[in-house]
């Protein structure tokens, strides 16, 4: 039994980095090696979708295990407070492996972007001490959003990749990918096009974004952009659906819903990004106020529910 428990570990440490070669195979149920099942995305939990509840980060990485997912993407400041409260992290990164669950990406709110040095270099500071404790328990890649670049536009771009290149630089240092997230709602980095500047001219080899279906719609982009970035250009992505109305222009976080329960393209972007043969991990997304006042478990639950119901309509799987 250990050495399969262990055998399964080893499994889960390096299926991120097998996702771009090809499917994704996992055994099934947290902590078992039963049957194995070839799967053509990996199903992660970002804690937002609870966030509500206001539950500790073990809670959070256990209800993550007990709902089914390959994966947990927790918020940064959550890891802080459990080291603060006393808590192990070398206890808590053996805990999510036993669990089965990788920790794929983590939430960080970094000024990084921004042109004032003094706010910046205070950024990246705090950006070392996130991706710290992120790396001791496991976690591979870390969000990095306009943050302080959002109310007023014309940031230069230019400028904006240089600044990720550092943050790079200091993610190689740490063990940590940092991924730039488009924020639909800022003035800048609110279009697909303008973040895959940053990513690219940045020049670092392991440059990448973290889009969302919602951030995508909300900054006005076309979701046929999908079609033209590689599997090394999205690693991450954070699913989620939004209702007809409210309209784009007033549309806000809160009102995001389950997958298939908007009317998101999400068939034509899984199967975009199924054709480019992107293994990328599915990430659930969402900051609705209604699924805070009910059960966590049974929120996760359905949330994969609905995610791995979504992969099969645009796949035909079952």
Known sequence: MKRNSLSRRRFMAGAGAAMAAGPI??????????????LPFSYCFNTSTIRGQKLSLDKEIEITAKA???????WVHKIHDYANSGGSLRELRRRIADLGLTVES??????????????????LEQNKRDMDVLARIGGKRIAAPPAGATREAGLDLMKAAGRYRALLELGDEMGVVPQVEVWGSSKNLHRLGQAMFVVIES????????????HTYKGGSDFNGFKLLSPKAIQVFHLNDYPADPPR??????DRVYPGDGIAPLTQILR??????????LSLEL???TYWEQDPLEVARTGRAKMK?????????G
């Open 25 to 38: 195979t996992v055994a099934q149920g947290a902590g078992k090696t039963s049957s194995k099942l070839t």
């Open 68 to 74: 089914g997912y390959h994966a947990i993407e927790p």
């Open 106 to 123: 983590a939430i960080a709110f970094s000024q990084w972007i921004v042109d004032d040095d003094g706010v910046r270099a205070k950024a």
């Open 203 to 214: 020049g670092h080899p392991k440059a990448c974004l973290l889009p969302d279906v919602y």
């Open 249 to 254: 222009e007033t549309i806000g976080d809160r």
């Open 272 to 281: 975009d990004l199924h054709a480019n043969n992107n293994r990328v991990v």
């Open 287 to 289: 900051f609705n106020p």
């Open 309 to 317: 119901a979504a992969v099969n309509k645009a796949l035909g799987t």
